[in-house]
């Protein structure tokens, strides 16, 4: 699949020497490049000769005398496992995976009596030691032979792909092309460019180079966070996200978007059913739901029991060893990779940088592995099961761009990693009995920037309690929290139904609560003043007011609060709503009325960007906003923007990239609207997409 075309071209027959044809084209065509080939070959040699070694030692009926016999022997073995086992998969990919299995366990045995006769120096006594031996080195051979492949993702995912089109051959062609959307999370267009200019991203790049895509600009109005952006890109309204948390004073209720509860609460709040996905399509790895009937890793609806019967699907990629086996050395790799990293860094001495731990180790393995793998395997099912809408968020490079920068080497890395998935749904769209079109964009952009407390030395709550009654009870929720509800998402998946991946899940329950404590729920006895912070913005709740306060009345009972806040070097500005009901920007060079028409200088808005008057309008109209609204401060020489969360990569207010995501789409696939402003404008755009695309019948 190419950004603007389909599939190729059906088989001239549906009999079964077409089916097999196909069956070899696909194998031909998802092969490893020539050096992984290579390297594959010599790696599998040498696992070839450790498990013939173990095999003898734990079996007193097999017999190697001497190194070369033993090399000889692994040689013919790894020859006849590998022809076979090709020829299995040629054959049998329709069948129940225990028949190629059951299958090739004959062929071990008979492996074992041919070197036993052939080879100079071996020998094999007894039928026990022939069966027992098959069985060893069956299991030790699938080992080795996935620790040999384990990151080559083409083979890992082409093994899927042979089995759908098994499953699916000869199936009616559907008229209609479908979309694709991919959304890489928090990735800037900036940051893009840069990525395609360097040939990380090959796959992206290839779109643009040689098939004809093109790569659009769009604003994220404030708040520039997932969920206020995918809410406005999937259900078409955003209204009352006021940014990743927020505090709600008539439930006295703090709002967390990760948290199941909450993020089916906005769902409910946006949703009119007229959704992206409402066309019976499918939501993968989202915060909300798009009114997709098929929603997996989605966290609006993985409270939701058994809303629809594909929770199997999980199960079924997670159960054999061979899976679970990939999974586990790809993410026990990735640990380690991170805590060599987080050394560097630390080695170094580069700056801004934060502390990551064991736990931030596992949490990366997660996101960048775990979710991205099942993630692109959900995706394949669907295309072949023919949705005519797919929208799926990979977030591996947000997650590590928020610890480690999002220009830093970590972070690119998780970007290629990505680009890799993009081409296996690439390669995966040519066989499926839908055409699909192409569409990448991201949700917002981010910023690096050392945190409030690192440069300050005491987190933002801390600041604002100094400035008030000391009788005053003030709560912050600074906590870095927007990655933590990955695990939840694949434990909850897990959790659906009977089967070993529901085991699983009960053995991680911890994965299954929620953060936060208050978010969710209300609070029975609710601070003086909640302090909810999204990135480089926070919002200041004054609890007892059930209204938003004015600017006179918070300067009538805390005096010192406005003025000391706004001179503060970590926040850029300030705003409050005026007695008059209009927005007030305070910062340290004056203030600044919203609504008036003429603007004085100096501008306390002027190191936020020319659209920053535009953005802050917006943000104040919506519901459950702060009584204060922050912005961190920019640095004007370096372009870093404070967080006021415990990241030194932020999002969710004003600076920097973070809000200047793209669309990268078919040039088949026009801007009706002009370059979209705001994620409601790139809803209705995909829409309008939609139905150019019901117009369109491929023959």
């Known amino acids: 699949m190419t950004p603007g075309v389909g599939r190729q071209s059906a088989p001239p027959n549906h009999g079964p020497v077409a089916r097999y044809r196909l069956q070899a084209h696909l194998m031909w065509e998802w092969r490893p490049v020539r050096l992984a080939l290579l390297r594959r070959a010599l790696l599998s040699y040498m696992g070839a000769c450790l498990a013939l070694a173990i095999t003898t030692f734990v079996l007193p009926g097999l017999r190697i005398d001497g190194a070369g016999a033993l090399l000889l022997a692994a040689l013919l073995v790894l020859a006849l496992d590998s022809s076979s086992d090709i020829v299995l998969q040629w054959l049998f990919v ?146 009352g996200i006021a940014g990743f948390r927020w505090y709600e004073k008539s439930s006295n209720r703090l709002m967390v978007a990760n948290h199941p509860d909450d993020a089916a609460e906005i769902v409910r709040r946006v949703s009119d059913g007229s959704g992206l996905l409402a066309d019976n399509g499918a939501s993968i790895g989202n915060l909300v739901t798009g009114d997709a009937p098929r929603s997996y890793l989605t966290m609006a609806t993985i409270g939701a029991g058994k809303p629809h019967d594909d929770g199997r699907r999980l199960r079924g990629f997670l159960a054999t060893s061979v899976n679970y086996l990939r999974l586990l050395v790809l993410m026990v790799g990735e640990m380690v990779k991170e805590l060599y990293q987080a050394e560097r860094q630390r080695g170094r001495s580069v700056e801004p940088r934060m502390p990551r731990g064991l736990q931030y180790a596992v949490e990366r393995a997660v996101t960048n592995i775990a979710l991205r793998t099942v993630s692109t395997a959900f995706v394949i099912e669907e295309m ?108 909850a998946e897990l959790n659906r139904g009977a089967g070993p991946g529901s085991l699983l899940a009960r053995l991680l329950p911890g994965a299954l609560r929620p953060f936060g404590g208050a978010a969710g729920q209300a609070a029975s006895t609710p601070p003086d003043v909640v302090v909810a912070s999204s990135g480089s913005l926070a919002h200041v709740y004054f609890t007892s007011q059930p209204d938003r306060m004015t600017d006179i009345a918070i300067e009538k009972r805390f005096p010192r609060l406005i003025e000391g806040l706004a001179r503060h070097p970590g926040i850029g500005a300030l705003i409050v709503r005026s007695a008059s009901g209009t927005p007030l920007v305070v910062g340290p060079q004056g203030r600044l009325d919203l609504a008036a028409a003429h603007r004085e200088d100096p501008d306390p808005l002027g190191a936020y960007g020319p659209r920053a008057a535009e953005n802050l309008l917006h943000l104040d109209g919506l519901s459950n906003v702060g009584d204060l609204i922050l912005l961190g401060a920019v640095d004007r020489v370096s372009d870093e923007v404070t967080g006021f969360e415990e990241l030194i990569g932020s999002h ?48």
């Open 94 to 239: 329709a069948w129940p995976i225990f028949v190629a299995q059951t299958l090739g366990l004959v062929v071990q045995v008979l492996a074992i009596i041919a070197v036993g006769r052939v080879v100079p120096g071996v020998s094999v006594e007894g039928t026990a030691t022939v069966v027992w031996g098959a069985v060893l080195l069956t299991i030790l051979n699938t080992l080795f032979a996935e620790l040999v492949a384990v990151s080559d993702d083409d083979s890992y995912y082409g093994v899927l792909v042979r089995r759908l089109v098994a499953r699916n051959f000869g199936r009616t062609r559907e008229p209609t092309p479908g979309l694709l959307v991919v959304q890489i999370d928090g990735l800037s267009l900036p940051v893009l460019n840069h990525v395609m200019r360097g040939g990380r991203v090959p796959v992206l790049s290839g779109l643009v180079r040689d098939d004809g895509a093109t790569i659009y600009p769009w604003t994220a109005l404030l708040p520039p966070t997932t969920p206020a952006s995918q809410a406005g890109i999937l259900h078409g309204r955003n209204d």
């Open 384 to 491: 072949f099961r023919g949705a005519p809408t797919i929208y799926v968020d990979y977030t591996g490079y947000d997650a590590i761009a928020h610890h480690c920068g999002p220009e830093r080497a970590e972070a690119i890395d998780a970007l290629a990693g990505i680009d890799r998935a993009i081409g296996s749904l690439v390669k995966a769209a040519r066989n499926t009995s839908r055409a699909y079109r192409l569409v990448v964009l991201s949700d917002h952009g981010q910023c690096l920037g050392a945190t409030f407390s690192q440069v300050h030395g005491q987190p933002l709550e801390a600041v604002i309690a100094a400035l008030l009654p000391g009788n005053m009870t003030v709560v912050g929720t600074t906590d870095s929290v927007e990655s933590a509800g990955i695990g939840r998402r694949i434990a």
């Open 652 to 699: 969710g207010g004003l600076g920097g990239w973070q809000a200047e995501p793209f669309i990268l789409c078919p040039v088949t696939l026009p801007l009706t609207e002009g370059l979209p402003i705001g994620a409601p404008a790139v809803y209705r755009q995909l829409k309008a997409w939609q139905a150019q695309l019901e117009g369109i019948h491929d023959d």
